[in-house]
């Protein structure tokens, strides 16, 4: 049974889902057509405040109850066997800005026409990206190891030598921090999720963004796609 956190993100994560299918349409659309710049720029904004509003809703509901993050019942087993401190790793955007510049064809202003310097940007990112994801998979270490925590073991001896009331007092404040710890660590990667897009979208032109986050948005919803018919296969398979 899911609990009120839960319901509240699946709920919002499904609507949140059917809108980016809609913004990757448009993007698609209007890189096809002959549109003007501003109307490239205003679909751009649009879509990086529909990823914005996402880490806003999702940080509220973690702090009610961080667990449901690390354990996401939104999405498929699939989706979460690429998952990354809750969420896609920030590098797996620069593979596909690599993707998309070997399969885009040249002469239509896209990935495929980035210049040297623009290259030499996105490898400065992508160094700087790197050093951010292994300082939060250290944290997220830390956090691993505190469950084990010498602390934690001899909360455990003491339950059998104190009253509930003091017992329950010790566990609240030993889980406090721990889910203190983990919404943390929840949010750098989170950052340096948003950091990435960022980075990415302030080296490229206008036309070259309604391309990459037309490739980031259909990657996001065939993950899901792909999930939700392997689940499927393995319950028909089952029965």
Not at 186 to 208: E, F, H, W
């Amino acid at each position: 049974m899911k609990n009120q956190v839960e319901e509240k993100f699946a709920e919002f994560f499904e609507k949140w889902v059917c809108q980016l299918d809609d913004y990757s349409q448009q993007l698609i659309r209007i890189s096809k057509e002959s549109s003007s710049e501003a109307e490239q720029q205003a679909l751009v904004s649009k879509l990086t405040s529909h990823y914005k509003e996402y880490y806003t809703v999702k940080w509220a509901l973690a702090h009610e109850d961080v667990l449901v993050f690390y354990c996401p019942v939104w999405v498929s087993t699939f989706e979460m066997a690429y998952s990354w401190v809750t969420g896609w790793k920030p590098s797996i955007i620069f593979r596909l800005v690599d993707s998309l510049r070997k399969t885009m064809v040249p002469g239509g202003g896209s990935l495929a026409e980035l210049t040297e310097q623009q290259l030499r940007k996105i490898e400065e990112l992508r160094l700087k990206i790197r050093l951010e994801e292994e300082k939060v998979e250290r944290e997220m270490e830390r956090q691993q190891v505190a469950l084990a925590d010498r602390k934690m073991v001899e909360l455990a001896r003491l339950t059998s030598r104190l009253s509930n009331g003091e017992v329950d007092g010790l566990v609240e404040v030993a889980l406090k921090g721990l889910l203190s710890g983990l919404e943390k660590v929840m949010k750098a990667a989170d950052c340096v999720r948003l950091k990435t897009l960022k980075g990415i979208l302030d080296v490229l032109s206008t036309k070259q963004s309604v391309d990459f986050l037309a490739g980031t948005s259909i990657l996001q919803i065939q993950m899901s796609i792909w999930g939700t018919k392997r689940v499927q296969a393995y319950v028909n398979t089952s029965n």
